[in-house]
């Protein structure tokens, strides 16, 4: 149960430094990957793998920091895609453009969990699924 911090911590974890640390070093590794055709090939379909089953598995989540979490995942799902396709300025693009926006919709959605009582569930909240 990762979701289960405060929500400030989860802000900070899930939209600026643990989730984005593979697209970074995976940018900063790229004069190495240009050398192997294979290995793009390989990082477009993950990327595009973990785009699309993550936002699959996130549509059906009742838990609001869930929903977000595995909107993260396909967010770098799409980070790691155009990397594979040689791309890297629109990765970091994307990273750094997803780290403030992501911040800010975890800052929200807490905001939202607290007025709703402490309650997660969005089947619970009414109006919002």
Do not use: W
Not at 14 to 36: D, I, K, N, Q, W
Not at 48 to 69: C, E, H, R, W, Y
Not at 72 to 89: D, V
Not at 107 to 128: F, N, P, T, W
């Amino acid at each position: 149960y990762a979701m289960e911090g405060p929500t400030p911590v989860s802000a900070l974890i899930h939209a600026a430094t643990m989730v984005t640390a593979g697209v970074y070093l995976t940018t900063r590794c790229s004069p190495m990957f240009e050398y192997s055709m294979f290995s793009l090939k390989v990082i477009t379909i993950i990327g595009a793998s973990t785009a699309f089953f993550a936002s699959t598995v996130g549509l059906v989540q009742n838990d609001f920091k869930k929903i977000v979490a595995y909107s993260t995942c396909s967010q770098l799902g799409y980070m790691f895609f155009a990397c594979g396709l040689s791309n890297y300025p629109l990765a970091i693009f994307h990273l750094s453009n997803h780290a403030y926006f992501k911040a800010l919709l975890f800052l929200c959605s807490g905001a939202v969990i607290h007025a709703m009582g402490d309650e997660q569930d969005i089947r619970k909240m009414g109006g919002l699924r």
